[in-house]
């Protein structure tokens, strides 16, 4: 459902939903090509770089600077994702992120905060600042520790608060966002940029259920076997929840 998958489903079936389209949502999951989106708007995003088995590493880490972080492209919850510290240590962290993706970025590290902002019905909600114990906000932090910290009020001066709240609706508009959906932003000392590690639209599986794991195409099949046709069946108008289906439609760990 994250990257478009389920919407088209429903709208091949034309079915009603709630939440973002097809487009929106499969921008919203790729890292890399929200990023080009983003910029070609005028929108900040860190610098970053493409990674392949070829790549030239410590150039890579020259023109980025370290630490710096690796990513799968088209992931969520921080899966594969790798902070570097050193430059010895980035053809490793691309061949962690390529088991899960082709398409793997390397990402300049901003250090002031991160935040995230959650909209809805074209309002951005208070601001939250995230704050881990861990080394960065990684599957551990966000599924198993008690010692995650999530600040609201998120302790930035009001009118800092609005500039983000501002830039977190722009860039869900850019993306053809509607609805409900959640951006994240780093900041620093000079400025914000829209995270890329985290931007996708809202992770419907992240706040739906505890302990599971993303929609994939066997809960999409699992959709369209058991869920949709009991939709069908229902009074005509009835409207789909994506978030209400991806606690239907995910698993949990064993």
Same mark, same amino acid.
């Given at each position: 459902?994250?990257?478009?998958?389920?919407?088209?489903?429903?709208?091949? #079936?034309?079915?009603?939903?709630?939440?973002?389209?097809?487009?929106?949502?499969? #921008?919203?999951?790729?890292?890399?090509?929200?990023?080009?989106?983003?910029?070609?708007?005028? #929108?900040?995003?860190?610098?970053?770089?493409?990674?392949?088995?070829?790549?030239?590493?410590?150039?890579?880490?020259?023109?980025?600077?370290?630490?710096?972080?690796?990513?799968?492209?088209?992931?969520?919850?921080?899966?594969?994702?790798?902070?570097?510290?050193?430059?010895?240590?980035?053809?490793?962290?691309y061949e962690t992120a390529a088991r899960y993706d082709r398409l793997v970025l390397a990402e300049r590290y901003i250090g002031g905060g991160e935040y995230t902002v959650p909209l809805?019905?074209?309002?951005?909600l208070p601001v939250i600042r995230i704050v881990p114990a861990t080394e960065f906000y990684d599957y551990e932090a966000k599924y198993f520790r008690d010692d995650t910290r999530y600040?609201?009020?998120?302790?930035?001066?009001?009118?800092?608060?609005?500039?983000?709240?501002?830039?977190?609706?722009?860039?869900?508009?850019?993306?053809?966002?509607?609805?409900?959906?959640?951006?994240?932003?780093?900041?620093?000392?000079?400025?914000?940029?829209?995270?890329?590690?985290?931007?996708?639209?809202?992770?419907?599986?992240?706040?739906?259920?505890?302990?599971?794991?993303?929609?994939?195409?066997?809960?999409?099949?699992?959709?369209?076997?058991?869920?949709?046709?009991?939709?069908?069946?229902?009074?005509?108008?009835?409207?789909?929840?994506?978030?209400?289906?991806?606690?239907?439609?995910?698993?949990?760990?064993?």
């Open positions: 459902g994250e990257d478009g998958t389920l919407q088209g489903a429903l709208e091949l #079936l034309g079915l009603p939903y709630t939440g973002s389209g097809v487009l929106a949502s499969a #921008l919203g999951m790729d890292k890399w090509r929200s990023k080009l989106v983003w910029q070609a708007a005028g #929108l900040p995003v860190p610098d970053c770089a493409l990674l392949d088995a070829g790549t030239d590493f410590a150039a890579v880490a020259t023109r980025l600077g370290l630490p710096l972080f690796v990513k799968p492209a088209s992931e969520g919850s921080s899966i594969g994702v790798s902070k570097v510290k050193n430059a010895a240590e980035l053809r490793a962290a809805l019905a074209g309002q951005a600040l609201c009020p998120c302790g930035l001066a009001p009118a800092k608060e609005a500039e983000l709240q501002a830039l977190a609706l722009r860039a869900f508009a850019v993306l053809g966002g509607r609805g409900w959906g959640r951006i994240d932003i780093l900041h620093n000392n000079v400025g914000v940029s829209i995270a890329g590690g985290d931007a996708e639209l809202l992770d419907i599986t992240e706040k739906a259920l505890d302990r599971c794991v993303a929609i994939n195409l066997k809960s999409c099949i699992f959709a369209a076997k058991h869920v949709i046709p009991i939709m069908r069946r229902q009074k005509s108008g009835a409207i789909i929840n994506i978030s209400s289906m991806a606690a239907i439609t995910t698993y949990p760990y064993v």
